[in-house]
C-alpha cells in the first residue's frame, strides 16, 4: 500500500506561483512514473503532468506547457509540481497519482493510488 499525501495549495493571484508537494508513504516510490492530475468543480479529472522514475517530464498537458513542471526527491520519497504563471482556469483541486499500471500517463485509470488532493485557488 502507498498512501499519498498532497500539500502546498491555496489562494494566489493571477501569474503568482505555487509548489505543491507530494509525500509518498508504505513503500519506496522511486520506481514508480508519478502524475499530477486536477480536477475543478463540474469537470472530469484532467491530466497535468508525469514524472517518470528517472526524474524525465516527458508528458505535459498543453494547457500547462511552459509554465509547470514537475521534480522529484526520491530521498524523500516526494513529487513536486511547481507551477508558475497561474490563471485563474488553474483553479481546482490537484492530486498526485502513482504506481502507473499501464502505458498511458495521461489516464487516471491507470494510476493505482491517489492523494486526498489540495485545493488551488486562482484570482484574477
Known amino acids: 500500500q502507498v498512501q499519498l499525501v498532497e500539500s502546498g495549495g491555496g489562494l494566489v493571484q493571477a501569474g503568482g506561483s505555487l509548489r505543491l508537494s507530494c509525500a509518498a508513504s508504505?513503500?519506496?516510490?522511486?520506481?514508480?512514473?508519478m502524475a499530477w492530475f486536477r480536477q475543478a468543480p463540474g469537470k472530469e479529472r484532467e491530466f497535468v503532468i508525469a514524472?517518470?522514475?528517472?526524474?524525465?517530464?516527458?508528458y505535459y498537458a498543453d494547457s500547462i506547457k511552459g509554465r509547470f513542471t514537475s521534480s522529484r526527491d526520491n530521498s524523500k520519497n516526494t513529487v513536486y509540481l511547481q507551477m508558475n504563471s497561474l490563471k485563474p482556469e488553474d483553479t481546482a483541486v490537484y492530486y498526485c497519482?502513482?504506481?502507473?499500471?499501464?502505458?498511458?500517463?495521461?489516464?487516471?485509470?491507470?494510476?493505482?493510488?491517489w492523494g486526498q488532493g489540495t485545493q488551488v485557488t486562482v484570482s484574477s
Open positions: 497519482a502513482a504506481e502507473l499500471r499501464y502505458t498511458d500517463p495521461a489516464n487516471p485509470s491507470n494510476y493505482r493510488y
Open positions: 508504505g513503500r519506496t516510490v522511486s520506481g514508480d512514473t
Open positions: 514524472i517518470t522514475r528517472n526524474g524525465a517530464v516527458t
